[in-house]
């Protein structure tokens, strides 16, 4: 079944045409991955989707309700965890789930079971009661998600949901992700610099460059698409990007690296 459908979806800044005419779907309980070099596309496209940024023109439709028409019924139906720390360090995990709960507006009576709910799904309720600036950066990732999920979303929008994390940290993150999709049949879509993560979750991907998809399939498929034995992801993305990558597009610019390092500091 049909959960999320984009119609030329597309984003300019003055003369800068950030998201050129993109349009996929995604499928019920799907994990789809959002792929593409710094400046591609991906991040406005996810601001989008999640009615941070309004569309230029085309549309977007998350269970029927438009992005332009319905942002308030689409904001109830997403969850969303940012690449930017969104966890306050100065409140214990417990105590930023409330706010969520609240920010979320849940029955009173419902907030507690929610919150510990949370907690014990994500692995964290002996960590409770600490202060999120004591949690590892994979505990903190997992809180984020855990805040995410407390309105139980149907789809979930993650950007870069393990940046800065070493492998185990990375490796539990995956984990609960096939643990929510496998319990609560929650549709992800997942922006990510990582082919493994992306091999590793993803159902299907979509290839963003130079603002428009270039590519769009289940990763074996995109693999099978290239006359190349035993192909890897690295090899897809690099063929449907370029060989040649023009530097603003390897690794960004230096506010590009400036707030990655920032973030991958702060998270890690």
């Known amino acids: 079944m049909e959960i999320l459908r984009t119609e030329s979806l597309t984003r300019r800044f003055g003369a800068f045409t950030a998201v050129d005419e993109v349009t996929f779907t995604m499928e019920k309980g799907e994990v789809f991955g959002l792929l593409g070099p710094n400046g591609a596309g991906k ?18 439709y998350i269970q029927d309700f438009d992005l332009i028409h319905h942002a308030g019924d689409v904001r109830r139906l997403i969850g969303y965890v940012p690449q ?44 409770a009661g ?67 993560e992306a091999d590793y979750l993803c159902d299907r991907i979509a290839i963003m460059h130079h603002a428009k998809l270039a590519a769009i399939g ?12 035993d ?3 690295d090899d897809v993305f690099i063929h449907y990007t370029g060989n040649a990558m023009d530097e603003n597009e390897l690794g960004g610019n230096f506010r590009d690296t400036t707030r990655a390092r920032r973030n991958a500091r702060r998270i890690g």
């Open 231 to 233: 192909a890897t992801l």
């Open 84 to 127: 930017a720390l969104s966890a306050d360090g100065a409140l214990t995990g417990y105590e930023n789930l409330l706010i969520f709960a609240k920010l979320y507006d849940l029955p009173r009576k419902e907030r507690e079971a929610r919150i510990q709910r949370s907690l014990t799904f994500m692995g964290l309720e002996e960590a």
């Open 130 to 196: 600490k202060l999120v600036r004591d949690y590892s950066g994979g505990m903190i990732r997992r809180l984020e998600i855990a805040q995410s999920i407390l309105h139980h979303p149907p789809i979930l929008f993650l950007d870069e949901p393990t940046v800065g994390l070493d492998p185990l940290a990375r490796k539990a993150v995956w984990d609960n992700l096939e643990q929510l999709r496998e319990e609560y049949d929650t549709t992800i879509l997942l922006t990510t610099h990582h082919m493994e």
């Open 43 to 60: 991040s406005t496209t996810l601001k989008m989707l999640t009615t941070l940024l309004p569309p230029t023109s085309g549309n977007a």
């Open 218 to 229: 289940a990763p074996d498929l995109l693999k099978a698409t290239l006359d190349k034995q």
